[in-house]
């Protein structure tokens, strides 16, 4: 066994100290990796820490009221009372009911029929729910307080009658049929795998593009693109179409997986998937290069990657349904693409929608394209100069 003398020990203390010495110095002059490092964690914790909320405070309703009686409006006041269903609107017709749950814009619908008031004194009167079954989350909320609510109330009509007439109901006054649309298993594999394919292409298509600028700069190499008479509007645009084919490439990939291996259908209209999924790719590589323009080196990238693809997780409705956040948290998740590519993918998969319901994601995603184009361009040709 070799052993050290103190002079030995000391000068390798010495060496160890220059090390670190050198270390702290070059981490001096990258200051804002630095404060990336110390301030992101803390804003993503008090971020998140609001946002990671699964707990369903109401359950959007809309109701067709086609007895318009005391009864129908005394059934109304018991669902809504405790406030476990949020009316969102009356309509006239089943037609908007299905419109509605088509749109998202409501989780439920209430329909009560033009007998009810005579059925529940006489017979056993009938209401119908219909529910949203495509985010199994609020669709089981629904049944099951919709169930529990009117299973409550019936008893206490019939308990009422008991009192009324002397002898007791052999039948309860009051049922309830449900159905359940797009996915009426509430199967969550249905609801998460076209999400995760979002997620998936996401995250591959932000973190190839954010470091293409900065490696450029790293390696000198954009010094050499400065002389030439290259604009910058076509460098973007030329870094932008290789990732766009991989991208491509990728998420057709991911898309037969999904479908032949995870079993998950389209039920709506793949062109129309592939379409807009393209618009999504597009936008997701314009932040990359917009990344890459601001951040000065990989490890910048590499952290503001991370602080847009984490959030993403949470505040786009991935994991949390978006309606349970602040509404200060919604508003900063309509800043993600990802949030209304979500919209999209679950919206063509469970519920056959067309782009005359998806044309506000699809503008909006058009919206994020353009503005980070413009913003790329802008910034790379303040630094060209």
């Not at 409705?317 to 999209?344: A, K, N």
């Amino acid at each position: 066994m070799i052993h050290l003398n103190n002079r030995e020990k000391r000068f390798r203390f010495v060496r160890l100290q220059a090390i670190v010495r050198k270390e702290f110095i070059q981490i001096k002059k990258d200051p804002a990796s630095l404060a990336i490092a110390l301030v992101l964690p803390v804003l993503l914790l008090v971020l998140l820490g609001y946002a990671m909320n699964d707990d369903v405070e109401s359950v959007h309703l809309s109701i067709l009221d086609q007895s318009q009686t005391a009864e129908s409006r005394e059934l109304i006041d018991r669902l809504t009372s405790q406030g476990d269903f949020t009316i969102m609107s009356y309509e006239h017709n089943v037609s908007v009911l299905e419109h509605l749950l088509d749109k998202g814009d409501i989780h439920a619908g209430l329909i009560i029929p033009a007998n009810y008031s005579k059925e529940l004194t006489t017979n056993t009167a009938v209401v119908q729910f219909l529910i949203d079954g495509s985010d199994p989350t609020y669709a089981q909320e629904a049944l099951f307080r919709s169930e529990s609510l009117l299973l409550n109330y019936a008893h206490t009509v019939q308990a009422e009658q008991l009192i009324r007439s002397g002898t007791e109901v052999p039948n309860s006054p009051l049922k309830h049929e449900t159905q359940v649309f797009y996915n009426p298993s509430m199967d969550s594999m249905e609801f998460n795998i076209p999400a995760l394919i979002g997620l998936i292409m996401q995250e591959v298509t932000l973190i190839l593009t954010a470091f293409a600028l900065v490696r450029e700069k790293e390696q000198g190499t954009i010094e050499q693109l400065i002389v030439t008479p290259i604009r910058p509007a076509e460098l973007i645009i030329g870094k932008l179409v290789p990732y766009t084919i991989i991208g491509t490439l990728s998420f057709a990939f991911v898309l037969l997986a999904g479908v032949f291996w995870f079993d998950v259908a389209i039920a709506g209209d793949p062109f129309l998937l592939v379409l807009l999924s393209l618009l999504f790719l597009v936008a997701t590589l314009a932040m990359g290069i917009f990344i890459s323009t601001i951040a000065k080196n990989q490890l910048q990238a590499m952290y503001m990657s991370f602080a847009v693809i984490l959030p993403s997780v949470i505040l786009s409705g991935f994991v949390f349904p978006r309606e349970s956040m602040p509404m200060l948290i919604q508003l900063l998740g309509g800043l993600i693409p990802l949030t209304y590519f979500l919209e999209i993918l679950r919206g063509i998969f469970l519920k056959a929608n067309s782009l005359q319901l998806l044309w506000p994601q699809s503008f909006v995603l058009l919206g994020f394209t353009v503005l980070l184009s413009i913003a790329t361009i802008a910034k790379f040709k303040k630094h060209l100069q």
